[in-house]
């Protein structure tokens, strides 16, 4: 079964904490994508990536950076993690060309910054 | 920039009824793709339904079914025969045609389905 693998489903870190959320496709996707997802707000998109190494800002980047080192895996770093940062964070791939095509979701990490 | 609009933060509706969820959405283009996306308790976000802009007949999919409106630039999702399953937050999503442009997404509508 293909699928979006996020490495936590719940985390709780410490204020001024650098944070790593890690994000795994098994589908040999290009585009990667992270959204935040906050009651009342929908989903917004923080950070994608096209390709290995590469990485564009989405709506809502501060306070936030990416890495994509691997085709399968790109990670989202808080730098220093704030409470405002505490949020439901999703990890979504999709095919090359295919931002017109369905995304597919990791099942979500519930961040919450003490 | 284009702009998802979901009216209806909430909704309730009797099992076995039928519900119609509201989006609008704003662009220039002529081209684009619409979805629906659910996410139950279990917080998989899962596609319902596409609907392709230069298409003039509506998808559907099993009891998932659009009104696509383009000239209003309305997309609204009806569900017919709900079911409990059904409980979920539905999102409604846009994708420009121009370029790798990420989803846009609606700010949701939590859907309650009662026995």
């Known amino acids: 079964d293909v699928k979006v693998t996020q490495s936590s489903r719940y985390l709780v870190k410490r204020t001024g904490e650098k944070v790593f959320l890690e994000c795994v496709q098994d589908?040999?996707?290009?585009?990667m994508f992270w959204y935040r997802q906050d009651p009342g707000l929908g989903l917004r998109l923080i950070y994608f990536?096209?390709?290995?190494?590469?990485?564009e800002k989405g709506d809502i980047p501060e306070g936030y950076s990416v890495s994509r080192e691997k085709k399968e895996r790109f990670s989202l770093i808080l730098e220093s993690a704030s409470t405002n940062q505490t949020s439901m964070y999703l990890c979504?791939?999709?095919?090359?060309?295919?931002?017109?095509?369905?995304?597919?979701f990791g099942s979500g990490t519930q961040l919450s910054v003490l | 920039a284009q702009t998802v609009t979901q009216s209806q933060p909430e909704m309730s509706v009797q099992e076995a009824e039928t519900v119609t969820l509201s989006c609008t959405y704003d662009t220039s283009e002529n081209n684009y793709y619409l979805f629906w996306y659910k996410q139950p308790p279990s917080r998989q976000m899962i596609l319902v339904i596409r609907?392709?802009?230069?298409?003039?007949q509506n998808a559907t999919e099993n009891r998932f079914s659009v009104n696509f409106q383009k000239a209003a630039k309305s997309f609204s999702l009806k569900i017919s025969d709900s079911q409990l399953g059904d409980t979920a937050m539905y999102f409604c999503?846009?994708?420009?045609?121009?370029?790798?442009?990420?989803?846009?997404f609606g700010k949701g509508t939590r859907l309650s389905v009662i026995a």
């Open positions: 990536s096209y390709d290995v190494k590469m990485k």
């Open positions: 589908m040999d996707h290009e585009n």
């Open positions: 999503a846009f994708a420009g045609n121009s370029g790798n442009t990420p989803l846009v």
């Open positions: 609907q392709e802009a230069y298409k003039q």
């Open positions: 979504a791939s999709s095919l090359w060309g295919g931002l017109n095509e369905k995304l597919l």
